[in-house]
């Protein structure tokens, strides 16, 4: 009589390969099986997420292009460098002779900044940054610098419609949520009517938005021409850098309320209605309801519905290539805007790259903090 | 106060609750309606009328003329066959690869399952976004048959459109999830009986899977036929292009916008017919995915 130990090891090899160390060799098939019919998708999850995830890391590092005859060479950091570098740089005013300050149409003078960005032997570091912003500091003046204005112009843009839509677009989620968790006939109705936006493509909806943002005939000013007796000014909200960002943010949460509204509702359904009865008898009324009994029994959908807002939004690509283009000024430059102009308009997929892993970076930050969140009190 | 006045103020209250649902209904159905109204009418009346109310409504000189002269500037019939094609095989192709996956993850032993299954379930942080760029390289690099024997990059294609999305790391946990809740004496009495192990699977388990299969195929459906930064990248050739792809057309020539919204109202109201039908579908699939955690 063989132990099971023996008769695995004069199984042929695909049985020690694919076979649990504890499971009995009659199993075999059952191994074998599972493995086969889990190895199509496995297969097509490792060519198409596995691979281009870890590549994203490795080119990241290099100089590889789509097409080039010539292999990708090392090129270790400058990638990153390129797009991340920030120095703050003082400069002093011009002096005369006597020392005194030289005023002119008065303002003070200060050297030309491209003395020291242009191949100043004296100040490598400074080398090719350009200007992002400038302040003043008593008689000096401070001056930002950076590799590559675009890039940061789109993460900061980036970090703030992530920041603005998370609670926002949250917020007004649950206040949805709460309207429509009530036992009124249509309800249902209503919940299908604020959902529709969400599977309409983002793509439609942006191009329909941009007739609602026309500066001369567009929905919006009309409506708010109408509302204020025809003393609004009409706004070119997509052509003004400082209406634009905003525009698409509330086009952004017009679209995907809904879809977090659901998840919501959902959260809500969880609560027992038995708890809701016990805080009546105690005479708590409708806002001590909310406080003491929803929302602590939402929390953990709460942080859930921030997380997926906030990646969504670190994602955001479609709004700017069809409305906008990064434009007016680059007050809409997106991060994935800016990896596919230059991964695939310009072909450099290894800045491409760098950018894709800088977006990364922060997503898994996020994912991360949502993990550490709603693991605390379970 | 007596019963009468509590009974008005709780009618009132009611009926206040319903103008606020309305009021917040208009603002989601309004710009949708606007889009299917102004499809029908020549440019110069929709501008005329985004002044007033009757940018909402069906008045004036209406007709499909707005259509008619979309299907002439662009190949809609061909771009509208692209993407039921690629987004049709998509949904049957991820139904199958997803839920034999799962199907293997839930019932079957084999080893590294365990580490396999975490691996995946750690692949929902990593957003397309993110590998969209590498993916480009990968797709350019593959090797594929075709009729003059073995080609070098999947570029501009239809394979290229579908085969990366066949399968999904939430699919496979979604009918993951629930396989593994449904009662063991399911397959062990089938085990008994002496069914095979692909016996189990199609003619036991994937029939009970309907709520599940329609989850995920809801999911893909909406990814697929919304697909756009994929392809943007991916296709050159005119032939090949999906629906979204092809909106481009309108951003660059002069803005026909009674054209732009004919060719919107199309792409868009059969996705809302699908939805209105199956809407309790769709909602809950959305419910689910987000509550993957």
Redesign the interface.
Known sequence: MLTAAEARKNAPLWVR?????D?PLY?R???????L??F???L??T???????L??FV?SFTN?R??SPNPAEWMGLRNFERLLSVRAFTLEPERDDSGAIVYQDGGIVYPRLRNFTRKNPNYPELDGLREFTSWQSGDNRTVILVADVVFLRALINTLVFASVIAPLQGGLALL?AL?LN?A?PF??V???????????????VS???R??YDGN???LN?LL?ILSFGSFQPVDWLGNPYTALPAIMAMSV?QAV???M??W??GLQTIPASLYEAASLDGAGGWQKFRFVTWPGLR?TAV??LI?IT??A??F??QV??MTRGGPLDATQSV?YQ??QR??DKQD?AE??A???I??AI??VI?MTQRYL?RERR | MNAMSFETRHNLSIGLRYALLILIATIFIFPILFMVMSSLKPDLQMLRDSASLRAFLPVGDISLNNYAEAFERVPIVQFAFNSVFTTSVSVAASLLLNSMAAFSFAFLQWRGKAIVLSLIIATFIVPFEVIAIPMLLVANNLPWIGPEGIEIGWLNSYHVQIIPFIADSLGIFLFYQYFRDLPDELVEAARIDGASIWQIYARIVMPIAGPIVATVAILKFLVMWNAYIWPLMTIRSEELRPIMVGLQYFFQLNIAWGEIMAYLSMVTIPVLIFYLALQRAFIESIATSGIKG
């Open positions: 390969l694919l076979l649990p160390k499971a199993q098939n059952d191994a074998l099986f599972g493995w019919m889990a199509p998708a496995l097509i999850l060519v198409f997420l596995v691979i281009p995830f590549m994203a080119v590889q789509l097409i949805l309207l009530q009124l309800i249902n209503f919940r299908a009517i604020y959902f529709a936006p969400v599977v309409v493509s983002m793509v439609v191009l329909l938005w007739f609602i005939n567009g929905l009309n021409g017009w809904g879809f977090h659901v998840i509702l959902a953990n859930l519905v997926v990646i969504q670190m994602g690509f479609v290539d069809v994935v990896a596919v991964g695939y997929i491409g790259s950018i894709s892993v977006l990364f997503v898994f994912s709603t």
